[in-house]
Nanobody, 126 residues
Framework: QVQLVESGGGLVQAGGSLRLSCAAS????????LGWFRQAPAKEREFVAA????????YYANSVEGRVTISRDNAKNTVHLQMNKLKPEDTADYYC???????????????????WGQGTQVTVSS
């Protein structure tokens, strides 16, 4: 079974930074992909970034590329999402999610991820 616990959300002014963390526990991290998604009120859940655990490959949504960095801490089985130059439109509930994919596959479709954390709220004021 996989368990994910997020932390690090909060209120920040536009232009500021936040770092979200997702502590993961699983029997194996082989072929493990951990993704960050967000959902704003009345909007569909959308992809933010993902990381393939073994290879360390990273993937970003166009809307955040250049402002967001996803990284992992192997010793702590934790994935971080560093968000810089935040904008009011980044306001959302942020979720980490995990799935096992074969080979070098991954997905930006949240429906492909069966394991989810509880979410953490990010509010960016203008």
């Amino acid at each position: 079974q996989v368990q994910l616990v997020e932390s690090g959300g909060g209120l920040v002014q536009a232009g500021g930074s936040l770092r979200l963390s997702c502590a993961a526990s699983a029997r194996t991290f082989s072929t493990f992909v951990l993704g960050w998604f967000r959902q704003a009120p009345a909007k569909e859940r959308e992809f933010v970034a993902a990381l393939r655990w073994n290879a360390g490959s990273t993937y970003y949504a166009n809307s955040v590329e250049g402002r967001v960095t996803i990284s992992r801490d192997n010793a702590k089985n934790t994935v971080h999402l560093q968000m810089n130059k935040l904008k009011p439109e980044d306001t959302a509930d942020y979720y980490c999610a995990a799935a096992y994919f074969y080979g070098s596959n991954w997905s930006s479709d949240y429906q492909r991820y069966p394991y989810w954390g509880q979410g953490t709220q990010v509010t960016v004021s203008s």
